[in-house]
């Protein structure tokens, strides 16, 4: 397995653009996670899907982020517009626990490190 | 929420010291996780800990939960300079959560 891959790698727009990051997660996984991760304020989930649900976006910072989970081999995380503040690497993960009573073990994508000017 | 304390923040050894990094729990954790995240990567899953009082070893990293489930350790034997990296705690309370990381150096 090729594990979760994320494109882009890296992403430069400037302040007011949209930006689509996207995921593609481990085959057969249930979970789909979307973390950011900056110096300031570490590793944050954002977002989680379940079965292409989203069961909890209570750390999705503003309006400004979306994600949809069309399909189970397909995730997108949208900032729109943009602002530097959201300069950060974001990482896509995926989990092949089905409860969350105990989660089994997150793999991580290589992540998008997105620079907005 | 639970809030998960993890000490220190960086640690900078020669190599063939030892290293501990500790999580330390307000709450009881049903169970914790460890990732490494090399710098310019990402996290990578180490191991879980389930039991009170459970201790784990890979090679020179050893985990151990504590007996209440509160905290939680990682210790690396004689450091080598591929242990570079940070080092995460992971628990779950309504989804996984993060610790703040140690970021461990290496020199020679």
């Known amino acids: 397995d090729a594990g979760v891959i994320q494109s882009p790698r890296h992403e430069v727009t400037e302040m007011g653009q949209e930006v689509t990051l996207r995921c593609k997660p481990i085959s057969g996984h249930d979970y789909l996670f979307w973390y950011r991760q900056t110096m300031m304020r570490g590793l944050e989930l954002l977002i989680y899907f379940n079965n292409n649900v989203p069961i909890d976006d209570s750390g999705m910072p503003e309006d400004r982020f979306s994600a949809k989970m069309p399909n189970a081999s397909f995730s997108t ?7 530097p503040r959201d300069s950060a690497v974001y990482f896509c993960a995926s989990s092949g626990r089905d409860s969350i009573s105990s989660y089994n073990e997150q ?4 992540g998008t490190r997105l620079t907005v000017l | 929420g639970q809030q998960v304390m993890q000490i220190p923040q960086y640690q900078h050894v020669q190599e063939g010291e030892d290293f501990t990094t500790y999580c330390n ?9 460890w990732y490494k995240q ?19 070893k890979q090679k020179r990293l050893t985990f151990q939960f504590g007996e209440a489930k509160k905290n ?3 210790h690396i034997t004689a450091t080598q300079t591929t242990d570079v990296g940070t080092y ?7 989804k996984l959560t993060f ?8 020199t020679l």
């Open chain 1, 77 to 83: 995380l949208k900032i729109q517009p943009s602002e």
């Open chain 1, 107 to 110: 793999f991580f994508g290589p």
């Open chain 2, 25 to 33: 729990s307000s709450t009881t954790l049903s169970n914790i996780q």
């Open chain 2, 38 to 56: 090399r710098p310019g990567g990402h996290p990578v899953f180490l191991i879980q800990l389930v039991k009170s009082g459970e201790v784990k």
């Open chain 2, 72 to 74: 939680s350790s990682l």
């Open chain 2, 88 to 94: 995460f705690c992971a628990f779950p309370e309504s």
């Open chain 2, 99 to 106: 610790g703040t990381g140690t970021r461990l150096q290496v």
